[in-house]
């Protein structure tokens, strides 16, 4: 069987030789929401808001796919009929970089970026002049948020629904909890990560999801946004209205559209994050392997397929990885005492590499990968030409579109 793989803005192929399965969810039969349809929904769920003379909008960064560019330009255009004074555009980076100039360009399209009502804010979660303290959580987290996103008279968040490592699914209050939360607000809600129900696709008893909605109500979302793309990456459903109802809405409809049954377990799993911008960097393209280790036996090969063009997005957890002697080694002596996000990321790593022989195809130097344990390979062909020939093979071409579901694993009905 001739694969293809997403690989960057391009792809990965290769001829596999082994009985090789493809995985495929319902993504593939979703059309892209209509211009029209768009239009009606955002005016139908804007007109239920009570709006103030300043707006803000809370809109993923460059590190996710673009859904700005189809959604913002129809906000902007309703609320200025309505004579909204201000409307502020605050890009949720969490604790990545800063958008380039050119990054931006492309993320927000250039009718918003020109319009004279629109004031176009990157958060920075490091600097505290910047933030306005909430509060704590019940979890003892202290809430810091984006002080110009506070302060506006009505918030709203625009966000991307996918199955998410340990938060369950992404989306909803993350965009604000977290896309414009503080570090101390990021790191504290990241370090339940090892918690039992801080798992892919789980929300009930999951801290870390428990923990994003309660800052959202902290912070007084007017109104949740939330896209599913389709197989191709376009928006297709929008689910728009109050924090948290509509959020756990995209999610069981996300449920149905993505969750996979893990019947067997295959002896290698060929996976990547589904190319640009969502292998950008490792940081990004690690978010495969979870995934790819749900179809995976105990030690088989995990392939990961990601061109890491700008690096590896995060310099203190590559930093701890090589100073580390084996994967076991990095978690025994991981520092949950004083937790920061960046390296857990380093914590989620190990845990999957002393698992499973992980073989990476990407543009990192083929010397740094060893470094950090993986088993580097020029190309997708050379990737696979030594397997086993009686070797079973799982390809999955874009895995956050995959939500496995194991079914010896289901707690209350809520998918584990």
Known sequence: MQIELPYGRGF???????????????????SAISKKELFVLLESSLKELQLGKVVAIAVPDHTRPNITGAILPKIVELFSKDGVHEIRVCVGTGLHRAPT????ND???????????????????????KLAF???????????????????????????????????????????AVGLGGEKTISGNHSKLVQPNARMGVIQNNPVREEIDEIGTMVG???????????????SK??????????????????????????????????????????????????????AEAFCKPSGTIILVAECTTG????????????????????????FSHFKVGPHKAYL????????????VSALPSDELESLFFIPRDNLEKAVEDLPHDARVMVISNTSQVIPVKLQEKVGGEQR
């Open 12 to 30: 990965q192929k290769a001829n596999v030789v082994q009985k090789t399965d493809v995985l495929r969810t319902r993504r593939q039969e979703l």
């Open 101 to 104: 100039h050119s990054e931006m």
């Open 107 to 129: 993320l927000i399209p250039a009718e918003v970026r020109n319009h004279a009502a629109v004031n176009i804010m990157v958060h920075d979660a490091m600097d505290d002049s």
């Open 134 to 176: 909430l509060g704590y959580t019940s979890f003892k987290t202290p809430v810091w948020i984006m002080r110009n996103y506070y302060e506006a008279e009505t918030k709203i968040a625009l966000s991307l629904v996918e199955a998410h490592q340990f938060a369950g699914f992404s989306g909803g209050a993350k965009a604000v």
């Open 221 to 235: 979302i007017d109104l949740l946004i939330n896209v599913v793309l389709n197989a191709d990456g376009y928006p």
């Open 238 to 291: 929008i689910f728009c209205g109050a924090h948290p109802t509509s959020h756990r809405e995209a999610c069981e409809f996300l449920k149905t559209l993505s969750g996979v049954e893990v019947e067997e377990l295959y002896d290698v799993v060929i996976a990547s994050p589904g190319g640009h911008p969502r292998d950008t960097d490792l940081y990004q393209a690690q978010k495969a392997l979870p995934v």
């Open 312 to 335: 590896y997005g995060e310099h203190e957890y590559v930093k701890l990885l090589k100073e580390a002697d084996s994967p076991e080694s990095l978690m025994e002596n991981f520092d």
């Open 349 to 360: 790593l190990a845990r999957t590499l002393s698992r499973y022989e992980v073989r990476m």
